[in-house]
C-alpha cells in the first residue's frame, strides 16, 4: 500500500478545497488519507486576527468530520483531533503515519499585509521536513496534475529522503514536466544549469525525456517564479525549500514564502538538505 498523505483540516473552505485536492490525488495510487484536525486560530486564518472565529464544541468537531469523511467516501481514511499547536500536532502525526506528503489548504490572504499572516507552510516544513502541498481556496488545476512546473535556480538541489515519495508520484503520473528559472533582465534566461541541478537530483529520475526548459527574465525572483508557472500553463508548481528559506523567524521574508502567500495554484514545497 502506499504511503498515506496527511491532510489538515480546520472545516474552512479552503481546507475542504484541500482535502479534496488530496483524495484526488490519492486515488490513482490509492494511498489512505490521515485527516487531522486542527484549531483554525493555529493556521494561517486572517480570521484569526479579528477575533471572528468561533470555537466548536466536541460534538460539533465529530460531526464536522463526520461530514468530511463521508466526502472521500472511496478512499480508507483514518481521522485524528490534535488540542495542540500546529507545529506539534503534525509534528506527532507525521511521526506516527510516516506519510509521504502533508496537505494543507490556504484562505486568501490577499487583502492581508505580508507582515501579519504567519507563514504556517514553512513553519510545518521546518517541524517535519516532509513534502508540503499547499492548495490556496480557488485554485482551479487538475488532478492529478497533467502539466508540473519545478522553480530551480543554478545552485545544486540535494533533498532530504522524505523526498522519495514525490519522485515515485512524478514517476507513476508521468506529467509535462518543466524546469523554469529567473534571470535579472540583463542577464541570459538559459536554463540550462537549472535542469542539470534538477536532474542531479534525482527528482525526475525515469522521467527526464518529458522534461523542457523556461526562461523567465525579473527583478523579482517571487513574481517571475508565478509568471513562469503562468507562462507554462502549470497546474502544480514545485518549490526547492532550502534550509535558508525557513530557519529563523523572517519567514515572509523568503522567496519561497513569497510565492506560497501569493500564489494561486498548488504548490509543492521539497524540502533541501542546503
Do not use: W
Request: net charge negative; hydrophobic share 45%; proline share 7%.
Amino acid at each position: 500500500m502506499a504511503a498515506p498523505f496527511l491532510v489538515l483540516t480546520d472545516f474552512t473552505p479552503a481546507a475542504d478545497q484541500a482535502l479534496q485536492y488530496a483524495a484526488a490525488l490519492a486515488a490513482p495510487l490509492q494511498a489512505p488519507l490521515i485527516l487531522l484536525h486542527i484549531r483554525r486560530e493555529t493556521l494561517l486564518d486572517p480570521d484569526a486576527f479579528n477575533g471572528s472565529i468561533r470555537h466548536m464544541s466536541e460534538g460539533e468537531v465529530a460531526a464536522a468530520l463526520q461530514s468530511r469523511v463521508a466526502s472521500v467516501a472511496s478512499l480508507p481514511v483514518t481521522v485524528e483531533s490534535a488540542v495542540e499547536g500546529v507545529e506539534t500536532a503534525v509534528s506527532e502525526a507525521v511521526g506516527r503515519h510516516s506519510p509521504s506528503l502533508v496537505i494543507l489548504g490556504k484562505p486568501d490572504t490577499e487583502t492581508t499585509p505580508d507582515e501579519l499572516v504567519s507563514s504556517t507552510s514553512l513553519k510545518l516544513l521546518r517541524a517535519t521536513r516532509t513534502p508540503l502541498l499547499v492548495v490556496p481556496v480557488g485554485a482551479a488545476a487538475a488532478v492529478p496534475p497533467h502539466a508540473i512546473t519545478i522553480a530551480a535556480d543554478n545552485s545544486p538541489i540535494s533533498l532530504k529522503t522524505q523526498s522519495e515519495g514525490m519522485r515515485e508520484l512524478l514517476a507513476y503520473l508521468k506529467p509535462r514536466l518543466t524546469v523554469a528559472h529567473v534571470a535579472e533582465p540583463e542577464n541570459s534566461d538559459t536554463c540550462t544549469v537549472a535542469l542539470d541541478a534538477v536532474a542531479a537530483s534525482g527528482l525526475i529520475a525515469g522521467v527526464e525525456s518529458r522534461i523542457h526548459c523556461h526562461g523567465v527574465r525579473h527583478r523579482r525572483v517571487p513574481e517571475g517564479i508565478l509568471q513562469a508557472a503562468q507562462e507554462t500553463h502549470a497546474d502544480l508548481l514545485v518549490l526547492v525549500a532550502r534550509r535558508r528559506s525557513f530557519l529563523g523567524q523572517l519567514f515572509n521574508r523568503s522567496v519561497t514564502s513569497q510565492v506560497v502567500l501569493h500564489g494561486r495554484l498548488p504548490m509543492l514545497l521539497l524540502p533541501a538538505l542546503d
